[in-house]
């Protein structure tokens, strides 16, 4: 149904996709301060975002699909084409 905003994927659009570990989407607070301990250890991680990002080039293309480099502090500019933020 091409009236519906999700009615189409990425592929279907043609368009890229950018992958990027982010473990701080799993913060909790403890007071103000935050707590991590909800995310996996690197080591545990690793082979779970490498799996994804492998899919991804498989359904859309190497060439579609960027990502930075796991673990690593990363400084990313983007600008949103829409109001999402996908947490897998």
Same mark, same amino acid.
């Given at each position: 149904?091409?009236?519906?905003?999700?009615?189409s994927s990425a592929r279907d659009n043609?368009?890229?996709? $950018? !992958? !990027? #570990?982010q473990?701080? /989407?799993f913060a909790t607070f403890k007071g /103000?301060?935050?707590n991590f301990n909800r995310a996996l250890p690197?080591?545990?991680?690793?082979?779970i975002y490498e799996a994804f990002? #492998? #899919?991804?080039?498989?359904? /859309?293309?190497?060439? $579609? !699909?960027a990502t930075g480099e796991f673990g690593a502090m990363m400084q990313v500019d983007l600008c949103n084409d829409g109001p999402v933020t996908?947490?897998?």
């Open positions: 149904d091409g009236t519906k905003a999700w009615a043609g368009f890229s996709v $950018m !992958v !990027v #570990s473990f701080t /989407l /103000l301060k935050p690197g080591d545990e991680a690793e082979p990002v #492998s #899919s991804c080039r498989e359904v /859309l293309g190497d060439e $579609m !699909v996908v947490e897998l």
